[in-house]
């Protein structure tokens, strides 16, 4: 079946503008999770969302960085007034696990968007 | 999260098998063992977890030590297509308020498979 899609799949914008990134998880997935990876280095964790449960924003680096999921759907990362530092993989995941429920499915992620801001 | 211990990188020679190794020393009793990869310009591929018991799937085997201090993932024939980064992540088995269950990365092994 489809896997996490996610669009664009290459971001180029200038320092300062807004950008919206998608990803659409795996249909019947009630949890997703944002990631975000800089050149070299290893995953970091920005948001979870699960169902209609307030979202764990933890992770996010800052409040130039937001995102919204609509009930068990698409999920947009807005990052507003980009800077060079917000370029990165920005990786979407899905799973079947939730709040109170045993969690042993695994997260299956896409392939990413890359952002460029220059 | 319990943290994960891997050596940055390992070699294995094509058709043999590769072994890696993972200490997770301060698991706790409800913290599964995740082991993902990742392969240059993509996102990271699930790859087997465990418990407690030993795990065996299509793409490799999974043994968890009886203290489950440390485990090790097994590729049986590693290939060229094998060549990646490889995550091993402790995750809650259960989630409660305030914890979402979250993989936690590390810097895991870059596996180099050799012809």
């Known amino acids: 079946g489809a896997g996490v899609s996610q669009s664009p799949s290459n971001k180029v914008t200038e320092k300062g503008k807004d950008v919206e990134l998608r990803c659409d998880p795996i249909?019947?997935?009630?949890?997703l999770y944002w990631y975000r990876q800089r050149l070299g280095q290893g995953l970091e964790f920005l948001i979870y969302f699960q169902g209609n449960s307030a979202p764990d924003k933890s992770g996010l680096p800052s409040d130039r960085f937001s995102a919204e999921r609509t009930g068990e759907s698409v999920s947009t990362l807005t990052i507003q007034r980009t800077q060079q530092e917000d370029s990165a993989v920005y990786l979407c995941?899905?799973?079947?696990?939730?709040?109170?429920?045993?969690?042993?499915?695994?997260?299956?992620f896409g392939n990413g968007t890359r952002l460029t801001v220059t | 999260d319990a943290k994960t211990t891997q050596p940055p990188s390992m070699d294995c020679a094509e058709g043999r098998a590769a072994n890696l190794p993972c200490n997770h020393s301060?698991?706790?009793?409800?913290?599964?063992v995740y082991w993902y990869r990742q392969i240059h310009s993509q996102g990271p591929q699930y790859i087997i977890h465990?418990?407690?018991n030993n795990e065996t799937n299509e793409m490799a085997s999974l043994i968890i030590t009886e203290d489950r201090k440390s485990s090790t993932l097994i590729l049986p024939h590693a290939t060229l297509r094998d060549t990646a980064v490889y995550y091993c992540?402790?995750?809650?088995?259960?989630?409660?308020?305030?914890?979402?269950?979250?993989?936690?990365f590390g810097q895991g092994t870059t596996l180099q498979v050799k012809p």
């Open positions: 992540i402790v995750r809650v088995a259960k989630t409660w308020s305030g914890n979402t269950g979250k993989l936690i």
């Open positions: 995941a899905s799973s079947l696990g939730g709040r109170n429920r045993g969690l042993s499915s695994p997260l299956h």
């Open positions: 465990g418990l407690k």
């Open positions: 249909s019947g997935h009630t949890a």
């Open positions: 301060t698991i706790s009793g409800n913290e599964y």
